[in-house]
Each structure stands twice: as structure tokens, then as C-alpha cells.
């Protein structure tokens, strides 16, 4: 019994020590409008750190700041784009995930679309390509060796 119990407080403090490295902030926002925009933009921007994490999950430190900063722009009274145009010049576009639709992204941008009307263009050649080698009639040779293989078939 007493094995049982240590056991359980050792799982009760391993817990309470995850959750207090993991920095839980509490953010105190007078509006619900403000603090859904807050929770949007921190779950648009990317970590610089972190390989392909928003920054409203990272627990790396420059997160930590960004989300700060976000917050305080906020507060500020600046508006989504001005945030985002904020936090783009102090850390590059890296950070969007849905990156601008600029002179140097078209390709990132028209590519999907692109291979996207090519496949559609391929399969509609192979689409009608079928239909004409469906629709041809057969030689007189070929005619003729399927008439003897259906005579053959009866005839067994």
C-alpha cells in the first residue's frame, strides 16, 4: 500500500513539474474579439527556431517574445496587417505560413495550380486516346483469327 502511494505521488510530481516548465502564460484580454485575434495571429506565425511550429505551441524562447510582442501590439491597438507587417520585418517572411502572394512567391503560388491543369490535360489525352482505340474496327486478319477462336470455343 505505501508502494502504491509513493508511486502515486512520484506520477503527481513528475506531473506538476511538466506543467510548470512548460511555461503556461496567462494573457488577461478585456475582449473576446482581442483574444480570438491573438490566438489567430500566434497560430499563423511560424517559430524562426522551431522546425514547422506555430508560435502559439513553441517553447522556445524567441516564441515566448514574439507572442509577447504580439500581445503588446495588441494592446497598442494596431491591426492585424500592421502585426504582421511588424513581425515579417523583424523576422522575415519565414514566419507566415501562408506566404504573400508577391512578384518572387508566383511560382510557389501557380505551381500547385499549374501541375493541377496538367494532370487534367494529361488525363483527358489518355481519356480520348482510348476511346479512338476503342471505336477502330478490326482488320480483316484480326477479323478472321477471332472468328476461328470463337469457332474453336463453340465447337469444344
Not at 508502494?3 to 516548465?21: E, H
Not at 504580439?70 to 520585418?89: A, C, F, N, P, R
Request: hydrophobic residues 45%.
Amino acid at each position: 500500500m505505501a508502494l502504491i502511494r509513493g508511486f502515486g505521488l512520484v506520477v503527481l510530481m513528475l506531473c506538476a513539474l511538466s506543467a510548470w516548465s512548460a511555461g503556461i502564460e496567462l494573457r488577461d484580454f478585456d475582449d473576446p474579439v482581442k483574444e480570438q485575434r491573438y490566438r489567430d495571429l500566434t497560430a499563423s506565425m511560424r517559430c524562426p527556431l522551431c522546425e514547422n511550429q506555430a508560435i502559439d505551441d513553441s517553447d522556445a524562447p524567441i516564441s515566448a517574445d514574439m507572442r509577447e510582442r504580439v500581445y503588446q501590439l495588441l494592446d497598442e491597438g494596431k491591426s492585424d496587417t500592421e502585426i504582421i507587417h511588424h513581425m515579417v520585418q523583424r523576422f522575415g517572411d519565414y514566419i507566415l505560413y501562408n506566404p504573400r502572394l508577391e512578384q518572387r512567391t508566383y511560382l510557389l503560388w501557380g505551381l500547385p495550380v499549374g501541375l493541377l491543369v496538367l494532370v487534367g490535360v494529361v488525363v483527358a489525352l489518355i481519356v480520348r486516346a482510348r476511346r479512338h482505340a476503342s471505336a477502330k474496327a478490326l482488320s480483316p486478319d484480326e477479323q478472321a483469327r477471332l472468328d476461328a477462336l470463337i469457332a474453336r470455343k463453340e465447337s469444344s
